[in-house]
């Protein structure tokens, strides 16, 4: 079957006409997945120094406050290269042309090409993209490139390519939860109940010689294996009434009879006076890890399906923006956010608090990246799911994506108010 031709002769092409407006630019882009500008004015090369001078003072800043912010920042460039990386590769291994692989937004610090690509580097390290040839209807190539467009490849190497950012944000979510669990292991209930903090002054397990680390066994004759469990067999008793603590220490079993008080916070209700948790980190072989890592990489990422919704919602936007208190589950973040949670993680929980944080951010931004929708991934996955849908009989349908710009302007706009909310919220409100 032959190629349809989309492309225009070179000094044809309106993707690089260069008319200097704004939204045409924005369009283009949209439709091109990538920049279009190819030259660089002596006034830009200043707006990008400028602003390289201005990131770099912000992350050194970041790695003083809290270098675990910075651990977390860089993790993220991290998974967005490898988001690209997936881009590219596939790309590449399906026959269609790249020409652009950048890392950062904005205006370019630098560039070099290596046969048909140019790979380069911008101030903003907000992002990254990768530029295919021929993404659709609206864009313009050389004619000979046509047959390496992603346009004309099948319908499985563009889902292939499309998704490959998305996977490749699962399989280091799954990479990172197997790491943990296989070393710093897994959190979860151990069935052990431990005395967490030393027991409240003058209480009745202070009295009876109580310690932290201590591993409660039971009261009276029932077994406890949870704080739930030695809340109900305590309160089962009343103010006053002895009960007989069985605890182990340093392996051996102890058992000291405690007269219980009166809870502080109710009169009638007894009390022991210690802090216990059944909880912990338990280190797992790589099977187990292996089979929990995939298990948790499905379960938050149905968590972020239902929360996109609460994102995307422009009156919790709002509601949070003009709140005294914006509500911490539902307000909007942003990079500078979600380091300063990563800092604050790493302070109290270390290495493996911070990859956790990003195994979870990589989740979201993998289910939130296939929203079917311009200029999402999801978007492009969309159009190639619905042209197939209409194709018949070799006939081949291109879907006008000129159509679709508008709702695209839309989300994008979305997307800059939630972004700015975020900052806003971010700055005079902060998570950590």
């Given amino acids: 079957m032959g190629h349809k031709n989309f492309c225009r002769d070179e000094g044809e092409s309106n993707l690089s006409s260069g008319d200097g407006n704004f939204y045409t630019k924005f369009r283009n882009e949209i439709a091109a997945g990538g920049a279009t500008d190819e030259k660089q004015s002596q006034n830009n090369k200043?707006?990008?120094?400028?602003?390289?001078?201005?990131?770099?003072?912000?992350?050194?800043?970041?790695?003083?406050?809290?270098?675990?912010?910075?651990?977390?920042?860089?993790?993220?460039?991290?998974?967005?290269?490898?988001?690209?990386?997936?881009?590219?590769?596939?790309?590449?291994?399906?026959?269609?042309?790249?020409?652009?692989?950048?890392?950062?937004?904005?205006?370019?610090?630098?560039?070099?090409?290596?046969?048909?690509?140019?790979?380069?580097?911008r101030a903003l390290p907000v992002g990254a993209f990768v530029r295919i040839v021929g993404m659709n209807n609206l864009d313009d190539c050389d004619p000979k490139d046509e047959p390496r467009t992603y346009r004309q490849q099948s319908y499985p190497k563009r889902m292939l390519v499309i998704t490959a950012g998305s996977l490749m944000h699962l399989l280091i979510a799954v990479v990172l939860f197997v790491g943990i669990y296989a070393t710093a292991g897994r959190f979860g209930d151990t069935g052990n109940l431990l005395i967490v903090a030393p027991p409240a002054i003058d209480s009745p397990a202070e009295k009876i010689g109580l310690r932290e680390g201590d591993q409660i066994l039971a009261i009276n004759d029932t077994a406890v294996n949870s704080r739930y469990e030695l809340i109900v067999a305590i309160v089962a008793n009343k103010p006053g009434e002895s009960v007989d603590v069985k605890f182990l220490r340093d392996g051996q079993q102890i058992v000291e009879q405690a007269v219980l008080a009166t809870n502080p916070a109710n009169p009638e209700v007894a009390f022991l006076g210690v802090s216990s948790d059944s909880y912990a980190y338990v280190r797992q072989n790589i099977f187990n890890a292996f089979g929990y890592g995939l298990v948790d990489v499905v379960k938050t990422a149905k968590d972020s399906v239902s929360g996109l919704f609460v994102v995307l919602n422009p009156a919790n936007i709002v509601s949070n923006v003009v709140a005294d208190e914006p509500d911490m589950m539902t307000r909007p973040t942003t990079v500078v956010g979600a380091s300063q949670v990563g800092g604050e993680i790493g302070r109290s929980e270390g290495f493996k608090g911070v990859l956790m944080l990003l195994a979870s951010v990589n989740i979201f931004v993998g289910v939130f990246n296939m929203l079917p929708l311009l200029p999402f991934d999801g978007g492009h996955a969309a159009i190639a799911t619905y042209e197939r849908l209409r194709s018949r009989r070799g006939k081949v349908y291109r879907a006008d994506v000129g159509k679709m710009i508008p709702v695209a302007t839309t989300v994008v706009v979305l997307l800059v108010m939630l972004m700015f909310a975020g900052l806003y919220l971010d700055i005079t409100s902060p998570l950590g």
């Fill in 46 to 121: 200043a707006t990008t120094a400028t602003t390289a001078i201005i990131v770099v003072a912000l992350l050194a800043w970041l790695g003083i406050k809290n270098p675990w912010s910075l651990v977390f920042v860089a993790g993220l460039i991290v998974s967005v290269f490898l988001h690209e990386l997936g881009h590219y590769l596939t790309a590449r291994r399906s026959g269609m042309k790249v020409t652009q692989f950048y890392m950062g937004m904005g205006p370019r610090i630098f560039s070099f090409r290596r046969g048909e690509v140019e790979f380069g580097l």
